[in-house]
């Protein structure tokens, strides 16, 4: 069974900073890429930021610069720093695992950016 499972969502004031684990079972971690997503209230779930399985990296234009994705093969992790954040980067996050034809998710995991 694969079970992907988010953890690290808090509430911070802005400017701060968090760090989001994604820990993943149930199939060949490092055959997959893998995938940071967050859907805020009200609104469509929209990428983060992805690694490839060779460690390539891409992030969408709003988090560019403040958001750095990683994995550790070794631990079935893949992890998002987030530095700088923003009343709008509330949002619940996910993490995904694709390659061709197959695609799994967590279940999320809440941040909240208020002071």
């Known amino acids: 069974q694969v079970q992907l499972v988010e953890s690290g969502g808090d509430l911070v004031q802005p400017g701060g900073s968090l760090r989001l684990s994604c820990e993943v079972s149930?199939?060949?971690?490092?055959?997959?890429?893998m995938y940071w997503y967050r859907q805020a209230p009200g609104k469509a779930r929209e990428f983060c930021a992805y690694i490839t399985k060779d460690g390539w990296t891409n992030y969408a234009v709003a988090v560019l610069g403040r958001f750095t994705i990683s994995r550790d093969d070794g631990q079935r992790k893949v992890y998002l720093r987030m530095n700088n954040l923003k009343p709008e980067d509330t949002a619940v996050y996910y993490c995904?695992?694709?390659?061709?034809?197959?695609?799994?998710w967590g279940q999320g995991t809440q941040v909240t950016v208020s002071s």
């Open positions: 995904s695992a694709q390659r061709t034809g197959e695609n799994f």
């Open positions: 149930g199939l060949s971690f490092g055959s997959y890429d």
